[in-house]
Structures are given as structure tokens and as C-alpha cells.
């Protein structure tokens, strides 16, 4: 397959870009947890507390679904933050086999500082792309959900 010099260089100004944003979520993440004074905890269990944060009480299987991983990563994960008082598990009055999970005070507390943090990134987000015209952001649009697709589909 023939490819142009401006596709290779997309291709290289794309990888270069998700590495950056690696590197730059794994530098706001360690930030975030030094500013909360909590060093145990990653990403992935930062995820699952917002989660549970935007939708209060869920189980393993609906958080599962909205997180698209599987339900034996987000068990792990979900036995890791109540051993660290992040999240109390519940049982519903109709139905004593099923296990809930909410928030812990200490678990909303990094729940809403999370949510700062990224209602600050979205804020500045938004002033960077009042840059481009209508039909600049469409392209970019249209070029993020052809990305986005095409990698959906590699997986399969």
C-alpha cells in the first residue's frame, strides 16, 4: 500500500500525541492523589469511584456496563477500595444476594476533587477549540469518531 508522506507524518504526530497524553494523565493523576494525600490508589480504581460517584448505588454488573470492562476487573477493584474504606458494600431489603456499593465520606471527598479537576481540564479544553471554525471542529469530529471506530473494530 502506497501512502503519502502528510499520512506517515499523521500517523507519527498521532502516536506522539497519545503518548503525551499518557504521560501527562499519569502526571495529573499522581498530582491529584498528592493534593488528596492518598499514594494507594490507581487510575483504574479512580474510575470506578467516579462511577459511582455520577451514579450513587450500583452493583458490579452496572458499573461493568458503564465502564466497559469486565466483571471479574471491576469485582478486584471494587473488594480493593472497601478494604480501603473508599466504598461500603449494601444489600437491598428485596433481594439479599446482590451487593451494592456506595461511597464512603472519604470515597466522595476524592470523588469531588476528581470532578473539579475535570470540570477545570474541560474548561480549558473548551477555550482551546474556540480557536477553530464550524467546519474545523466538524473535520476534527468527523477525524475522532473515524479514530475511535477504527480502533473499536480492531478489538473484534
Do not use: P
Not at 507519527?12 to 497524553?21: E, G
Not at 502526571?27 to 494525600?37: I, N, S
Not at 455520577?54 to 458503564?66: F, K, P, R, W
Not at 471542529?137 to 473515524?146: P, S, T, Y
Request: proline content about 0%; overall charge negative.
Amino acid at each position: 500500500m502506497n501512502c503519502t508522506a502528510e499520512q506517515k507524518q499523521i500517523l507519527v504526530d498521532m502516536q506522539a500525541l497519545i503518548h503525551k497524553k499518557e504521560e501527562y494523565m499519569k502526571e495529573v493523576h499522581e498530582q491529584f492523589l498528592g493534593e488528596m494525600g492518598i499514594n494507594d490508589i490507581s487510575l483504574s480504581e479512580l474510575h470506578v469511584i467516579a462511577c459511582i460517584g455520577e451514579q450513587g448505588l450500583m452493583n458490579v454488573t452496572a458499573i461493568t456496563e458503564s465502564m466497559g470492562m469486565t466483571k471479574g476487573a471491576i469485582s478486584k477493584i471494587c473488594t480493593k477500595l472497601f478494604n480501603k474504606n473508599f466504598v461500603e458494600k449494601m444489600k437491598m431489603l428485596n433481594n439479599k444476594k446482590e451487593i451494592f456499593f456506595r461511597l464512603t465520606d472519604k470515597g466522595r471527598e476524592i470523588y469531588t476533587a476528581h470532578e473539579t479537576l475535570h470540570n477545570q481540564a474541560e474548561e480549558e479544553w473548551l477555550l482551546f477549540l474556540d480557536k477553530y471554525t464550524k467546519e474545523e471542529l466538524e473535520v476534527i469530529q468527523q477525524f475522532i469518531a473515524d479514530v475511535t471506530m477504527h480502533i473499536g473494530t480492531k478489538g473484534r
